[in-house]
Nanobody, 122 residues
Framework: VQLQASGGGLVQGGGSLRLSCAAS????????MGWFRQAPGQEREIIAA????????YYADSVKGRFTISRDNAKNTLYLQMNGLKFEDTAVYFC????????????????WGQGTLVTVSS
């Protein structure tokens, strides 16, 4: 199983980025998928999650209304559209896959990508 996150970079505050997570070795449609981030000196946190069955995604309060998680099961790819970026969004962003019932909690995620760095200048 491999999850390849990409799309990070340097962006000015207020700007946008779209992250992608290409999956291989697993069928995205069979997994709950999440985006996580870890800022310097901080613990990793879940910021968005998508159930394999569909339905309303989960968003952390810190990104609600600005970030959108989506998936293309045919392309086996997960996305995170990030708008209105703030300095405090600077972090390494990870994607992960889970088949655990607790799809909105980090502990249930089994497969992890390597992370992509997002830097937001103030």
């Amino acid at each position: 199983v491999q999850l390849q996150a990409s799309g990070g970079g340097l962006v000015q505050g207020g700007g946008s980025l779209r992250l992608s997570c290409a999956a291989s070795g697993l069928a995205l449609r069979a997994y709950h998928m999440g985006w996580f981030r870890q800022a310097p000196g901080q613990e990793r946190e879940i910021i968005a999650a998508s159930r394999r069955s569909g339905g309303d995604p989960y968003y952390a309060d810190s990104v609600k209304g600005r970030f959108t998680i989506s998936r293309d099961n045919a392309k086996n790819t997960l996305y995170l559209q990030m708008n209105g970026l703030k300095f405090e969004d600077t972090a390494v962003y990870f994607c992960a896959a889970s088949q655990n019932v607790q799809w909105h909690m980090m502990a249930g995620y089994k497969y992890w990508g390597q992370g992509t760095l997002v830097t937001v200048s103030s």
